[in-house]
């Protein structure tokens, strides 16, 4: 008997867990987006006028920032789409794409900004601190109201966390640059501004590795963080009549949307309904995982205790059985059987 559980519950109070709607979130996205772009633009003429790197860096960051938003944005949009055709799960990775595509463009940016600021730590040109400080403390202001706007939306997504990340890397670069246009003002430290901007350089490699190593986790099935798939499937094994589980696989659709399926063998008379059932509930209440697939199976009769694997064919009416075969020769990943053994 075999039996194959789809539960439809693909988990949206998960992925939403602030109660923020989607429409919400592009609201808030929307809002930060409009200001960053107008201040951007004046930043970029007075980082050129004061010869200010630090500033420039900054409103290149602020590029990033708003290239951040839209494609989140359109992330956004095209993971509401519904599933059709080839496109199974819908476009929901879009998200995951336009994180990947947040940190790689933060770490990009850092290897340019770092280049730079070492050629000015050589060489300082003259730069003017009053109007470093004075722009400076006005991105300080924007920055923050934008942070504000992108942690009303719902950070549990990746995608989100992508630009926010943005954001506030940017907000420390700010203060940094705010420190630096000081110093030259004070002192006439001209490097103060190179020093600046490698203090944004080390922020944005930070949020970078962090987006790039989170989304390629997603792209790679890994186990969703803080889930350990062995010790779940040894939970798992140890209910009532389950003798075996492989081919156990946990993934995440996209944030907050994980995913599981598995191949469950059952006890000789055991009801594969009810233990499936049992195991679902499991599932969605002990690890939140509420989209699992699991083939249900009677392990086979004539299997003695050190061959739970071996489901023997159907013998046609009137001939002899044939000798049992391995049920699953290439199982993928580990072997769960209830005990200390694992193989």
Not at 78 to 87: C, D, V
Not at 289 to 306: K, R, S
Not at 313 to 342: I, K, S
Request: aromatic share 4%.
């Amino acid at each position: 008997m075999t039996e194959h559980a789809h539960s439809h519950g693909h988990g949206h109070s998960h992925s939403h867990s602030h109660g923020v709607s989607p429409d919400a979130d592009r609201r808030w996205l929307r809002a930060a987006l409009v200001l960053l772009t107008a201040y951007m633009a004046v930043e970029v003429v007075i980082g050129v006028v004061a010869q200010s790197l630090a500033l420039i860096s900054d409103a290149a960051h602020m590029l990033t920032d708003a290239v951040s938003i839209v494609l989140a944005l359109i992330a956004m949009r095209l993971s509401a789409r519904p599933a059709r055709g080839g496109y199974t799960y819908g476009l929901k990775r879009a998200e995951i794409l336009s994180a990947q595509a947040n940190g790689i463009t933060l770490l990009l940016l850092s290897v340019w900004l770092a280049y730079e600021a070492v050629q000015r730590l050589i060489s300082p040109p003259d730069v003017t601190g009053g109007l470093v400080l004075i722009t400076a403390l006005s991105g300080i202001v924007v920055n923050l109201i934008c942070t504000w706007l992108l942690s009303k939306a719902n950070r549990s997504s990746l995608n989100v966390e992508g630009a926010y990340q943005h954001i506030l890397t940017d907000l420390f670069g700010f203060v940094a640059t705010a420190v630096s246009g000081l110093v030259v003002l004070l002192t006439g430290f001209a490097q103060a501004d190179a020093i600046a901007t490698l203090v944004v350089v080390a922020l944005m490699l930070r949020a970078g590795t962090g987006l790039v190593r989170e989304s390629g986790r997603i792209f790679m099935e890994a186990a969703p963080a803080g889930i350990d798939p062995d010790a779940l499937g040894d939970h798992l094994v140890a209910e009532d009549e389950v003798v075996e589980i492989h081919d156990l696989h946990i993934w995440l659709i996209t944030s907050g949307h994980p995913a599981l399926s598995a191949h469950i063998l059952v006890a000789p008379g055991g009801d594969c309904h009810k233990v499936r059932r049992n195991l679902q509930e499991l599932l969605s209440g002990e690890y939140g995982i509420t989209h699992a697939t699991l083939q249900v199976d009677h392990v086979g009769e004539q299997g003695d205790a050190d061959e739970v694997l071996t489901l023997g064919p159907r013998p046609a009416p009137g001939t002899a059985p044939e000798p049992a075969a391995d049920h699953c020769e290439n199982a993928h990943g580990p072997v769960h059987r209830p005990g200390p053994h694992r193989h």
